[in-house]
């Protein structure tokens, strides 16, 4: 990705991006990497102690990993088990397979 792009994203999302890992991303990708950020975001929001000052404190850390010659996102939690709720842990599951399909998608597969 561009550096314009990529401080976007950073500007938007400094929970979530991480400028090195994504100046090595394919460009096609803005969107499904918007998409990503704004599903992990909504993912915090539906904390029932949520309060908007707590926006930047993420519930998850975002890493990028290039195996078998393709990027792919690896999300690992960082809030304990017993503080997610149902509704959380189902978003975050299917904002991963929305954005694997569209950087699939991006990619032409």
């Known amino acids: 990705m561009n550096k314009h792009t990529v401080n ?3 500007d938007a999302f400094p929970q979530y991006a991480d400028e090195q890992q994504l100046l090595q ?7 499904a990497i918007n998409e990503l950020f ?25 890493q990028w990993l290039l195996v078998d010659g393709r990027w792919s996102v690896y999300v690992r939690t ?6 997610w709720t149902d509704q959380q842990a189902h978003k975050l599951v299917e904002a991963i397979e929305r954005f694997q399909d569209a950087s699939e998608e991006a990619d032409g597969q």
């Open 8 to 10: 976007l994203l950073v």
């Open 25 to 31: 991303l394919p460009e096609g990708w803005l969107h």
């Open 38 to 62: 704004c599903d992990l975001r909504d993912v915090q929001k539906l904390d029932p102690g949520h309060h908007p000052l707590d926006a930047i404190r993420p519930y998850v850390d975002v």
């Open 78 to 83: 960082l809030e304990p088990a017993l503080r």
